[in-house]
């Protein structure tokens, strides 16, 4: 599997393709990382590169995580984050201290990027679960935006005094993890740590992602690839 | 570098050079040669009418052009960078005051014309 990496997402706008069709874009200013700590079977239970993204201010810093990152010979960080590898051997393919940039994701087509998304505050149902909501007319009275029953006297086995656990509801919206998956990787450019995929991302403007070539496409999309 | 800059300067490589197209203003009468494609074949399509509104900056700025087609108003969003708008000419230079002339909406017959420019500030080049 090849590397992953960290950036920062930096803003969206518009991308021209060459049959002059304009697409919306988000540009990620992604790496340099700095490869932080190789992890092996022997060593660590599990085969896996640990790499470092964005200078941390020491002053802020941990002297552990300073120690730490010294080690790969680097200025602490202030994200740390790791990538699995398949076995030994392809972990002891990178090597402390090396450099990510953009460049690993050289002849990828499709990228998952992962970030935190935006918070939305406590919102009703229609917004965070997508119900329905009821007619505006025809006898509604101010229930347009309610969720309805929630079932009565169901519990997980189906009967009982409770309501049903994981129950759709009102509630905290947004401000999690979120991974958008099979995203086309539009522009990379090594030299600027640019990043140019189509279509949003996760998260606020100058938010921290996390991406990582795709595995497996998601399935509209593969059909859609094995088509063309 | 602020994050606006930032976005600019990335997609900097996609805009077209400063004196691509001739200098025009909100007011004029524009013919914008446009690249349509149909089926395999390429066309260039002439769209010819009063510039009512530029919009946008860097690589996202359009223009807005109104015709009148058969009495029924049409107006067409182009962006300016996109590489099938191929050229712009300027038919007639339009006199207008205000940056975006959606008040020609609600004009019809020949309240729609435009003062011509030339006229309008021809006391200017006297002077």
Redesign the interface.
Known sequence: MPAAIMGRKVGMTRWFLEDGTNIPVTIVEAGPCVVTQVKTVETDGYAAVQFGFSDAKPRRTAMAQIGHDAKAGTVSKRVHREFRCASDDEANGFESGQVLDVSVFEGVKFVDVTGISKGKGFQGVMKRHNFRGKEATHGVKRAHRRPGSIGGHATNLGTGPKIKKGKKMPGRMGGEQVTVRSLDVIHADPKKNLLVVKGPVPGPNGCDVYVKPSIRLYKSKANKQAKA | MN??E??????AD?LKPKDAFPEFSVGDTIDVHY?I?EGEKERLQIFQGVLIGVKGR???RTITVRRIVANEGVERIF?M????LAKIEIVRHGDARRAKLYFLRERIGKARRLRDRRRGLKWINEG
């Not at chain 2, 930032?6 to 997609?11: C, G, K, R």
């Open positions: 994050r606006t930032f976005v600019e300067s990335a997609v996609q690249l494609v860097g690589v996202n962006p960078h996109s590489p099938r």
